[in-house]
């Protein structure tokens, strides 16, 4: 079912725009992502990984680099503000504005790529409590919307080459802020808790996320298992969409894993 979904977006996309690169694009991602789910149902340890290596290296190195497309959110700005639907606003439009409407922060647990290379860190599970500061996102998503804003108001030249420069730049910054911040919070997706611009769009979008994760009360011994394995601090037991840090999950299934009761 997932496969054909990236399908029928590859089919639209290819067809409308009439580029074939759109048919590779959303193929490639949607083969990769059922991968994962073949891998997944077969008790494959590492099919999460796998998926976040084959989806976020293919972005950050093909899109990215090689294609140079900035596909960090200025990008998003940039292709946004020339009117312009192409990779960067398809990327944000699909997997972090609307799709998160069907499948919530699927991206952040299964294609980004800068927890591809957080998630290799020590602190899969947060130590210490959550920290309040989560107001720190608005702050660099404000920042990115007025650098991208400043660029054009001040009538800059080659602005292609400074996204594409703003892209590797941006993405070092990420590394390094996240790799320290793992670090001080004892927490690989502490960046991600706190810092990433991106959440400005995902929590909100993913709070009426279609696929989530529910707890069957009938099965359920109250054996808190499932919450100490949580990388985001999500209360999965409670049904309500308000639920405790509700907009953080990334379904990983490390809960659903843990479940000794397979009540999730
Ligand atoms: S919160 Fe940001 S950095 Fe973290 S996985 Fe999601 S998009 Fe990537
Ligand atoms: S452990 Fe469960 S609730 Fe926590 S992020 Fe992963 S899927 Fe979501
Ligand atoms: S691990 Fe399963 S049984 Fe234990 S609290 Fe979580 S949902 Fe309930």
Redesign the pocket.
């Known amino acids: 079912m997932i496969f054909t979904v990236f399908e029928a977006v590859a089919i639209a996309l290819w067809i409308s725009k009439d580029n074939l690169f759109y048919l590779f694009n959303f193929s490639y991602i949607g083969a990769s992502i059922t991968l994962g789910l073949i891998l997944y149902i077969n008790r494959f340890r590492y099919a999460r990984r796998t998926v976040q290596l084959l989806v976020g290296l293919y972005m950050l190195v093909y899109l990215g680099l090689i294609g140079r497309e900035n596909m960090q959110i200025e990008g998003f700005w940039y292709y946004l503000f020339t009117g312009v639907f192409e990779a960067a606003t398809i990327h944000y439009a699909v997997a972090k504005i609307f799709g998160p409407l069907v499948f919530g922060r699927g991206f952040c647990g299964y294609a980004c790529w800068t927890s591809m290379v957080l998630d290799f860190l020590p602190y899969k599970t947060p130590s210490g409590t959550r920290k309040k500061l989560g107001w720190m996102r608005y702050i660099t998503f404000a920042a990115s919307l007025i650098f991208v804003s400043m660029l054009f108001l001040a009538g800059a030249g080659n602005i292609e080459k400074i996204m594409f420069f703003s892209f590797i730049i941006g993405n070092v910054l990420y590394y390094a802020v996240g790799i320290i911040l793992a670090f001080a919070f004892r927490d690989n997706r502490a960046f991600c808790k706190y810092i990433c611009p991106v959440t400005v769009f995902l929590k909100p979008m993913s709070y009426f996320s279609a696929f989530r994760i529910t707890?069957d009360k009938e099965?359920?011994?109250?054996?808190?298992?499932?919450?100490k394995v949580c990388p985001m601090d999500v209360d999965?037991?409670d049904n309500s969409r308000k639920r405790k840090n509700g907009t953080e999950c990334i379904l990983c299934m490390e809960?659903v894993k843990?479940?000794?009761?397979k009540?999730?």
């Open positions: 707890c099965k359920c011994v109250s054996c808190g298992k499932c919450k999965m037991t809960c843990a479940c000794p009761k009540a999730l």
